[in-house]
């Protein structure tokens, strides 16, 4: 069993920045790869960012790409998601993911893929 706790969201300004945290439960986060995703009002969820098991490899969604950096601290058991340039667009409730994925590059996008999910923290910006 894997818990996850999100947190480092709220209202930001458009250009501005935040980073998110999610920390995980357990003595084997490093076994899992982990992922953001991202809800809006009245959309679907859809992916934000991916990393593997040790942070050799990262995936990103192409309207994040350039401003959102995901990385981990395994010593930690924590997954961070450096969000800048921050649009109105961005806002939305952020969740984290963990897939068990202990060894290789493997990285997942698809949210059903996931094993846990943490409760989400809100992410505003205003124009």
């Known amino acids: 069993q894997v818990q996850l706790v999100e947190s480092g969201g709220g209202l930001v300004q458009a250009g501005g920045s935040l980073r998110l945290s999610c920390a995980a439960s357990?003595?084997?986060?490093?076994?899992?790869?982990m992922g953001w995703f991202r809800q809006a009002p009245g959309k679907e969820r859809e992916f934000v960012a991916a990393?593997?098991?040790?942070?050799?490899?990262?995936y990103y969604a192409d309207s994040v790409k350039g401003r959102f950096t995901i990385s981990r601290d395994n010593a930690k058991n924590t997954v961070y998601l450096q969000m800048n340039s921050l649009k109105p667009e961005d806002t939305a409730v952020y969740y984290c993911?963990?897939?068990?994925?202990?060894?290789?590059?493997?990285?997942?996008?698809?949210?059903?893929?996931?094993?846990?999910w943490g409760q989400g923290t809100q992410v505003t910006v205003s124009s």
């Open positions: 993911a963990a897939d068990y994925s202990p060894i290789g590059y493997r990285v997942v996008t698809a949210g059903t893929e996931y094993d846990y």
């Open positions: 357990g003595r084997t986060f490093s076994s899992y790869a």
């Open positions: 990393i593997n098991w040790n942070g050799g490899n990262t």
